[in-house]
């Protein structure tokens, strides 16, 4: 553990930082035109250090300690931080299974939370700042019929890559992904929830995560339902539909 003031613009908020991995012992985050970008199409607050190297996500209480303390307390303060069940540490946690899982994300460098009642933003988490890439909606926008097929057909394999290890990603959509420059996908906000033991509904529920909005439309998520399906049905080898964990 590590005990990080960091300052956020002109503001110091002082966190317990679990797991750290090469973090200097000074470290001043500030917002820049990129982590408006990541605000811009996430519920997260994002920022970036001096040197451009990491990147922090900061997720705020839920609800209001004014407006509803009850609340407030049991789910925010209780559950949140004193728990242990922000929402840095399962995301700390997701990442390190999709990279068992064989997936790309980013280095994470850390998980953290302020037990101080009055930073709101409680939940941070410190990731490598990964340079020239772009969100997986922007490119997928960009891209022809033919682009993006190819594209579907590799976020199919990843996704049936995941689930043979045994996990299903609880938002999938494109904006959940970066794309290098060489093509390559880095998996961003990573919560990933363990597939059904029983293996009849191990299908439905990876399914389920397929919809209509976050895929852009009926046409694209039935490509990857169709996909996925035939890919289930295939499995590479005799342990696939009963993955283990």
């Not at 250090?49 to 407030?72: E, G, H, T, Y």
């Amino acid at each position: 553990m590590k005990l990080l003031d960091i300052p956020f613009n002109d503001r110091r908020r002082r966190y317990l930082v679990f797991h750290p991995n090469r973090l200097p012992d000074r470290l001043a985050l500030q917002s820049t035109t990129t982590t408006k970008m990541f605000e811009s199409i996430g519920s997260s607050r994002f920022f970036v250090s001096r040197n451009q190297r990491i990147l922090a996500k900061v997720v705020p209480d839920k609800f209001s300690k004014a407006c509803s303390p009850i609340k407030w307390f049991l789910h925010d303060y209780l559950e949140k931080r004193w728990l242990g069940q922000s929402d840095a540490r399962k995301e700390y946690l997701s990442l390190n299974i999709l990279r068992r899982a064989g997936l790309q994300t980013p280095d994470c460098l850390g998980w953290g939370l302020s037990l101080n009642p009055g930073n709101r933003n409680a939940s941070l988490l410190l990731m490598e700042h990964v340079q020239d890439t772009r969100s997986g909606g922007e490119v997928f926008d960009a891209l022809d019929e033919e682009a993006r097929l190819t594209f579907l057909e590799q976020l199919c394999r990843e996704v049936m890559q995941l689930a043979r290890a045994g996990y299903v990603h609880r938002d999938l959509h494109y904006n959940n992904l970066l794309i290098a420059s060489n093509g390559d996908i880095l998996w961003i906000d990573t919560h990933v929830r363990p597939l059904p033991t029983k293996s009849t509904d191990q299908w439905p529920a990876l399914k389920k995560s397929l919809t209509v909005n976050k895929l852009r439309g009926e046409k694209y998520r039935n490509i990857v339902e169709q996909r996925l399906q035939a890919a289930w049905l295939m499995p590479s080898d005799p342990q696939s539909k009963n993955p283990k964990r």
